[in-house]
């Protein structure tokens, strides 16, 4: 009878403890939000930012970067690309979220973003994904050159 006891003692004490350490990292994270929010629009308008704010701005956010990444790319002659993968530690997954990026250079010297794509890892086909993209909205031109970091897939 005391093993029933104390194991069900100690399945409640793994609970609360699981779910005090949650409401740690909630609050945690809302302060961390809050003070990044202050150090770029300054205390008083990010006071201003409620959720409600916050969801709209993102949704417009996401409208505006699906338009950018349909945009046409027909008129567009690059000299050059650099392609990279940036990791981050975001998720507690074991696969980490990976933005496959994909710089360009116009003949005229103007750099500009080309790619952002969101994917697990820098892979040949991954990147293959991005440059079929890429040519499905109308880049009919090489680069001159591309340069990755020696990483899989470029």
Not at 71 to 81: A, F, G, I, K, P
Not at 116 to 134: C, F, I, M, N
Request: net charge negative.
């Amino acid at each position: 009878m005391e093993k029933t006891t104390a194991k069900r003692d100690a399945g409640r004490m793994i609970s609360e403890s699981r779910a005090a350490l949650d409401e740690i990292v909630r609050q945690g994270a809302q302060r961390m939000l809050q003070e990044a929010l202050e150090a770029i629009l300054g205390p008083q308008e990010a006071a201003r930012l409620s959720a409600t704010n916050i969801v709209r701005l993102k949704e417009g956010w996401r409208e505006e970067y699906e338009s950018w990444a349909k945009r046409d790319l027909s008129d567009r002659r690059y000299v050059y690309w650099r392609a990279d993968g940036i990791y981050f530690n975001v998720r507690l997954d074991t696969e980490r979220l990976c933005l496959l990026i994909l710089m360009g250079a116009l003949e005229d010297g103007t750099k500009e973003l080309v790619a952002v794509w969101d994917g697990h890892r820098e892979s040949k086909a991954s990147w293959l994904e991005v440059l079929r993209d890429l040519k499905a909205r109308g880049l009919s031109e090489s680069p001159q050159l591309a340069v990755g970091d020696g990483a899989l897939g470029f």
